[in-house]
């Protein structure tokens, strides 16, 4: 699939702890991931990963916690940090005025990157968004949706990609596609923290997983 490579980066999370609704979800959690590797988050629903992945991508705040990129303290809100991520929420973020192609070339645009055919066709093409992708995006199905998600979230040269049910929506097909979208990130030397409530088809040795449901201490 082609793209960008990334190598040597580092992102330590310490300490970190969120609240909602006066409930703390979880305190003191901590992980670092390293250029290729994962950390799956599990838990039921209402476990806070949502909450995880919305904090680590500066929308929503956090209660206590550390932050470091590259071995520097930062903010969510710092534009250094903010320029590493592609956030996938359970929203597309897209418009269903706009065609798939349309819309994948404003968020990139958006992301200040340059609307490349040649880059882009076998990312296209890797999630059989080919045929559907000239469409408006209202007259497309759930999963071709999620499939067009993560076609931006490939496309943005984004190294940390943070990943919000990706598979929601995803046939067997499209989650093949999925991992093996996923694999080639982390080959990349990218990284990734993504929920589930399925299994992922990715690199055991470089993928962890953080389980939300029971701890409320947890340390990965
Ligand atoms: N918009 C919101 N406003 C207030 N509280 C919320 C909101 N969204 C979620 N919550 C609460 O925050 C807690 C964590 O929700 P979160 O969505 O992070 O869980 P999750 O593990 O991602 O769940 P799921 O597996 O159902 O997607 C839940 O108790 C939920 O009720």
Request: proline share 4%; with cysteine.
């Amino acid at each position: 699939m082609g793209g960008v490579a990334f190598s040597s980066l580092h992102l330590a999370v310490s300490g970190w702890g969120c609240v909602r609704n006066g409930r703390v979800l979880f305190r003191q959690l901590a992980f670092e991931l390293a250029s290729g590797q994962a950390l799956v988050l599990k838990g039921r629903n209402g476990a806070g990963k949502s909450t995880l992945l919305r904090s680590l991508a500066g929308l929503l705040p956090w209660r206590a916690g550390a932050l470091s990129w590259g071995g520097q303290s930062v903010r969510t809100s710092d534009a250094a940090y903010q320029q590493q991520l592609a956030y996938l929420g359970h929203q597309a973020g897209m418009s269903d005025a706009l065609t798939g192609l349309e819309n994948l070339q404003f968020a990139l645009a958006m992301g200040g990157i340059a609307w490349n055919p040649a880059q882009a066709a076998p990312v296209l093409r890797a999630l059989a968004l080919n045929e559907v992708a000239s469409r408006p995006l209202g007259r497309l199905s759930q999963g071709q949706r999620r499939r067009l998600g993560l076609a931006r979230v490939v496309l943005s040269e984004r190294p940390v990609w943070l990943l919000d049910e990706p598979d929601s929506s995803l046939d067997d097909a499209g989650g093949a596609c999925l991992g093996q979208v996923l694999t080639a990130h982390l080959a990349a030397g990218g990284m990734a923290v993504v929920a589930t409530h399925h299994g992922l088809a990715l690199p055991q040795a470089l993928t962890r997983t953080l389980d939300l449901s029971a701890p409320r201490e947890t340390t990965c």
